[in-house]
């Protein structure tokens, strides 16, 4: 008996093209969505440089700003001990 309904391999071709533009479309979409994530995580990766250049920058002023205020400090020290030593030999001489 003929039938008039398509054969298994008629319909397997007939699908065929229809899958392969499904998966196209499904490979496009994933596609361009990989790219909108690599185009974030770039966008974020220069902000971070950005971000980290004026980190640095901080970090270098304030190793700057405590190698001053530790030379301040030593020189307050030397200062403070010559004038004890000048006291206690002021002292030492009236004895």
Known sequence: MASSSPSEPDLQL???PETES???SIVYEISQQVQGAMENMLKMMSEIDENSGGITEEIEKCKEQSLEKKRGLEEAKEQ??????AVLEMLNNRA
């Open 22 to 24: 499904q998966m196209s």
């Open 80 to 85: 403070v001990e010559k004038a004890a030593y």
């Open 14 to 16: 007939q699908l065929q």
